[in-house]
């Protein structure tokens, strides 16, 4: 039991970090613009397909660096030739836009690249278990997931609160108008905004390629999660999305690992187990079973009461 | 003489910044009213208020007599109560004909009706066609309301207050940004349409209020600071150091 | 300003444009009615017939979809939740009739549908609706998410992963009316079809239906001149899932059929495309967009693995350079069409389609030969690309590919400008020169 528990707490960390990483841009993106960025899976997706295929010429260190770039610039094109091109048309065409370049994105990747999953893998330096505890191996590819999220968290942070660019995007979020009018390039602005967070979003791929596998569903698997913790956090709100990331992360880890069923769960509760004929398919399920569906449940419940989400101040 | 709006001791504070600071304010049915006063004192906000836009901090307001503090704009208008407003507000991608039938037909009794075909509707289609020849915008009636000149959609915006026959009208700021001869025009279908009905309205335009306007209310840093005849107003010695800042008589 | 009669003492506009306008419009309904009725005798290919039938219900789903979107102003991501749903209650109802003996004919089978979407409309659309824009849609893409999640926990509605089937040949019997062939099932969508279009068509000219054109445009005005912007939609919402229901009862029907794919998020991105791909400005968009669609979808498939990369393509065009779509796109003849002006831009739109064909056919090419390198094929050294062998590993048709390409976009740039103008000059108003 200590043993699920405490290897849960760590790959949900893991994973709840790497949805820092890609709710991170989506989020900031957001604020600034407005618009909810379906294709920023997309742009995971890409990273881990074009670092997986550097990787095969030039190893996947170098990979590490240079597939991230690549992903910011093709995000900072669509957004130059694309979105901004779209903006006038209202917001709703935004996300239709955007929703369109998520297929497109999956469509070409499985184009160029094929359907079945390809065999990208963990780099051989970091190929060996960190630590064993309770008789379990912790793999230390892992731990450089988790250093390099937490790596980007501060990166993020000491960029938007110390520099003057992050200052600048920081005003833009909140009053691109008046920042316009200081004479700065605030079309600009946006396209480096949306360039970075696509770039971040590429950088996760190439560091959960290995892990969560990369084949052309990979965007639409994480997409939806990404979306929820976003929409839960706080649109706009970075901290929203530490916190919510971490949440979902962890409590989805937890829920996969309960081989409990739901009937259980309600009869600790109190619930009699007469319920049990009505609500008979729900009864008998596991909560490992329902673990999908929470962050929509989630999500759903979220938008209803607070459609602000825990730390944002906008909801559109 | 019946109340037709009543205000007692409104306080609106945004967060700690008291905007409205205990307003009393009574608008008898029937009369033209203006509601003056510098930039900043509140004059859109008291609407904002009066309309059930935002929510008062405390205090009351009474619709004929009825409370409606707290209620919602649409509960506040089926009461009778219209506004328009200080930025055009109108349906930009419907024709012009269909922005002034939309504030008709709730009026009409046609509320979420899916069992009626409003282009069949002779009560709803006369109502619309009298308000647009009011408006003089029949000859524009299938242009969508979008690329109607300045002048013409704030005739519009008009048109949409009044269409739905509300007996309490605020019009905020009606004529803002308009030339001399735009502004004399909207003078006489103000007059027109609110003819028998309760008018209050923000204006800068001294013109406009001295000409239309049966008492004055001035508003200054959220509190009423004079509400009489014209005449008076403009030998009020308060109102005067308002807008010129400056006490009479001392140099 | 002198007084004007009032409108009461003159003639109405809607009394004369009422009496010819409404035998126009039922003229109109008629028409479509006998040429869906003559159609499948018109086009005899043995395929036609079941692709008309998928182009049914397409228009169906479509046009509820355009209830939410282009009328309501509402994007909906999970608008297939109430196709599926819609489609599973048909889907058991057909069962139950067969099996109990309840009194459910086939033709009737859809209403059934529709009662079970307008049922959950009811149900998701009390929270889906109180705020529209990005919060409705997240919403609407959760509750999809939920939906499609949940199935595989209520397999006794859901059927887990292999669904519900259901037999439209065991069920009671209406005027004797059997539905074991295509056509007899297509005819009964044909009604559907025309009978639904007609309901949401008229529903668009009531009260409700103009108050949502409203609400879309400005809810908070629509507040203030009496209406509640929740209601309003969701009176839409419920109305839309209500057709949704009528549609998946179709495909029902049709397909025999029900898996949780059908209320998946594919099948949700699946109508969004085809309706904006039409046109949600105007009522026949939809329609449009689901035939192209449709039609593209049965048609590409069989030549080629990537036809959903060419609409996806398809549809980023739509959005980026005509927003209005293809219905758009027609309407923006009209001026030219009442004018009689539309021969001159035979020319120069030939030459545009000259060079689209050109540059399509390169892009095609690549993009075929690119995706025969990627997949199993690959262990073949030709490929058979518009009735020619080529060899993707050689240079030479890559080569001549991306020549076309070239060719064909140097073409376009000289060639739309000048379409441009001359549809331009053509809508201009005032006598012809």
């Known amino acids: ?316 | 003489m019946m109340r037709a709006l009543e205000l007692q001791d409104v306080h609106k504070a945004f967060g700690p910044t008291p905007i409205i600071r205990g307003v009393s304010l009574t608008i008898e049915a029937g009369t033209r009213q203006a509601l003056i006063g510098p930039n900043g004192a509140g004059k859109s906000t008291l609407f904002n208020l009066i309309t059930g836009k935002y929510p008062v901090s405390s205090g009351h307001i009474r619709l004929k007599g009825a409370e409606v503090t707290g209620r919602r704009p649409n509960e506040i208008n089926r009461l009778g109560l219209s506004r328009s407003f200080q930025v055009t507000n109108i349906f930009p991608q419907l024709s012009v004909f269909e922005n002034v039938r939309c504030s008709v037909l709730w009026a009409l009794g046609y509320r979420y009706s899916f069992w009626h075909r409003v282009n069949r509707a002779r009560d709803v289609q006369e109502r619309t066609e009298t308000v647009l020849e009011q408006l003089n915008l029949m000859a524009r009636r299938h242009v969508p309301a979008g690329v109607l000149s300045y002048a013409e959609q704030r005739a519009l915006e008009i048109g949409i207050t009044i269409a739905g026959g509300a007996d309490v009208i605020l019009l905020d700021e009606p004529t803002s940004g308009m030339s001399r001869s735009e502004t004399e025009h909207v003078v006489q279908l103000i007059r027109e349409v609110t003819a028998g009905k309760t008018l209050l309205m923000v204006e800068h335009d001294m013109g406009v209020v001295f000409d239309l306007a049966d008492r004055i209310a001035v508003l200054v840093y959220g509190e009423i600071i004079a509400h009489d005849t014209p005449e008076r107003i403009r030998a009020n010695a308060a109102v005067q150091e308002a807008y010129l800042g400056v006490p009479q008589g001392a140099v | 300003m002198s007084t004007p009669t009032p409108a009461a003492a003159r003639p109405l506009a809607i009394d004369q444009a009422s009496r010819s306008g409404g035998l126009r419009a039922f003229g109109l309904w008629l028409g479509v009615a006998l040429l869906l009725v003559v159609l499948p005798f018109v086009i005899r290919t043995p395929v036609a017939v079941p692709i008309m039938s998928q182009m049914g219900i397409a228009i169906v789903f479509a046009l509820s979809f355009n209830m939410l979107l282009g009328q309501g102003g509402m994007l909906s991501f999970g608008h297939a939740v109430y196709f599926g749903v819609g489609g599973f209650i048909a889907a058991h109802a057909l069962n139950l009739a067969a099996a109990r003996g309840v009194y459910l004919p086939v033709p009737l089978v859809p209403l059934a549908g529709g009662l079970g979407g307008l049922v959950f409309a009811m149900i998701f659309g009390a929270f889906s609706t109180i705020r529209s824009g990005t919060v409705f849609a997240m919403i609407s893409l959760g509750v999809g998410e939920l939906m499609a999640a949940s199935s595989l926990i209520f397999d006794r509605f859901f059927g887990g992963e292999e669904g519900i089937t259901t037999n439209r040949a065991k069920a009671p019997l209406l005027f004797g009316l059997t539905f074991t062939k295509d056509r007899e099932v297509y005819y009964l969508i044909a009604f559907w079809v025309v009978v639904t279009a007609a309901a949401m068509y008229a529903f668009s000219r009531t009260p409700i239906g103009r108050i949502a054109n409203a609400v879309r445009d400005n809810p908070e005005r629509a507040e203030f001149v009496g209406y509640s912007p929740r209601w309003v939609r969701y009176v839409s919402f419920c109305a839309a899932g209500l057709f949704a229901g009528i549609a998946g009862g179709l495909f029902a029907v049709n397909y025999e059929i029900l898996t949780a794919e059908n209320m998946g998020l594919n099948a949700s991105g699946a109508v969004l495309l085809m309706t904006y791909i039409g046109g949600i400005g105007y009522f026949l968009g939809p329609i449009m967009g689901a035939v192209v669609f449709t039609f593209l979808q049965s048609m590409l498939s069989d030549y080629t693995g990537i036809w959903l990369l060419y609409l996806g393509i398809l549809f980023l065009a739509t959005v980026l350079f005509v927003p209005a779509g293809l219905a758009g796109l027609l309407m923006l003849h009209a001026p030219a069409w009442r004018a009689g002006r539309l021969p001159r831009l035979i020319g120069p739109y030939l030459l545009v389609a000259v060079f689209g064909v050109v540059a399509a056919v390169g892009v095609v090419g690549a993009f075929e030969m690119t995706h025969f390198l990627a997949s199993a094929e690959s262990t073949r050294a030709t490929k058979r690309l518009f009735g020619v062998a080529v060899a993707p590993r050689t240079a030479a048709p890559w080569l001549a590919f991306i020549a076309l390409t070239a060719v064909g976009a140097l073409g376009l740039r000289w060639a739309a400008p000048r379409a441009t103008a001359a549809l331009a000059e053509a809508n201009r108003p005032g006598p012809s020169r």
């Open chain 1, 1 to 316: 039991m200590l043993q699920i528990a405490f290897f849960s707490v760590l790959n949900g960390l893991v994973y709840g970090m790497l949805l820092f990483m890609l709710s991170s841009g989506l989020t900031l993106i957001f604020g600034m613009m407005g618009v909810l960025n379906f294709a920023h899976a997309g742009f995971y997706m890409l990273g881990a397909y074009v670092a997986y295929t550097m990787g095969l010429y030039i190893g996947f260190w170098p990979a590490l660096l240079v597939a991230p770039v690549l992903v910011g610039v093709a995000g900072a094109l669509v957004e130059r030739h694309g979105l901004r091109r779209v903006h006038r048309f209202g917001h709703v065409a935004e996300l239709v836009f955007t929703f369109g370049v998520a297929l497109l994105i999956e469509e070409v990747v499985a184009l160029v690249w094929g359907r079945p999953a390809k065999a990208y893998e963990v780099p051989a330096l970091l190929d060996f278990p960190l630590f064993r505890v309770f008789g379990s191996s912790f793999p230390a590819y892992k731990g450089f997931m988790l250093l390099v999220a937490v790596a980007i968290f501060l990166f993020i942070f000491a960029i938007l609160s110390r520099t003057r660019a992050g200052l600048i995007i920081q005003a833009s979020l909140t009053h691109p108008g008046m920042v316009a009018m200081l004479g700065h390039n605030v079309p600009r602005v946006f396209m480096v905004v949306f360039g970075i967070g696509s770039a971040l979003a590429g950088l996760a791929g190439v560091i959960a390629g290995p892990v969560l596998g990369t084949f052309p569903g990979m965007a639409q698997v994480l997409g939806s999660i990404v979306f929820v913790v976003v929409v839960i956090g706080g649109l706009g709100s970075l901290t929203g999305a530490f916190v919510a990331s971490l949440l979902i992360g962890i409590v989805q880890t937890f829920a996969v690992a309960l081989d409990v069923s739901v009937g259980n769960v309600l009869m600790a509760l109190g619930v009699p187990a007469r319920a049990s004929v009505a609500l008979h398919d729900i009864w008998k399920v596991t909560i490992a079973q329902v673990a999908p569906i929470m962050p929509y449940l989630l999500l759903v419940l979220v938008l209803m009461i607070r459609p602000t989400g825990l730390f944002g101040t906008r909801e559109t």
